[in-house]
Nanobody, 127 residues
Framework: QVPLVESGGGLVQAGGSLRLSCAASERTFSRYAMGWFRQVPGKEREFVSAISRSGDRTGYRDSVKGRCTISRDNAKNTVYLQMNSLQAEDTAVYYC????????????????????WGQGTQVTVSS
């Protein structure tokens, strides 16, 4: 198991920003590719962003491109999701996910790709 703890969620007005953090209690954090997903009630969990083990490759869903930036600090065992220009449609519970990867420069965008999940942090954007 890789405990993942998300933080940084909250209530923000449309157009505002939040930075989500996901801390992993894992000394070999650099072995893991990381991702962010989100889910609203009644809908499937969906991909938001992902980052490779080394941090040199990232991916985003189309609706957040240009507004969100994923990054990681392997020395701090933490991955971040900076979200700007937030919209009401971004309201969801955001989940951090991790998977062991033998590939240093690959990211993963499917739910089934990930082995470990955090408990989620609520992001609410008021319009």
């Amino acid at each position: 198991q890789v405990p993942l703890v998300e933080s940084g969620g909250g209530l923000v007005q449309a157009g505002g920003s939040l930075r989500l953090s996901c801390a992993a209690s894992e000394r070999t954090f650099s072995r893991y590719a990381m991702g962010w997903f989100r889910q609203v009630p009644g809908k499937e969990r969906e991909f938001v962003s992902a980052i490779s083990r080394s941090g040199d490759r990232t991916g985003y869903r189309d609706s957040v491109k240009g507004r969100c930036t994923i990054s990681r600090d392997n020395a701090k065992n933490t991955v971040y999701l900076q979200m700007n220009s937030l919209q009401a449609e971004d309201t969801a519970v955001y989940y951090c996910a991790a998977r062991v990867s033998s590939l240093t420069s690959s990211y993963f965008s499917k739910l089934a790709d990930y082995q470990y999940w955090g408990q989620g942090t609520q992001v609410t954007v008021s319009s």
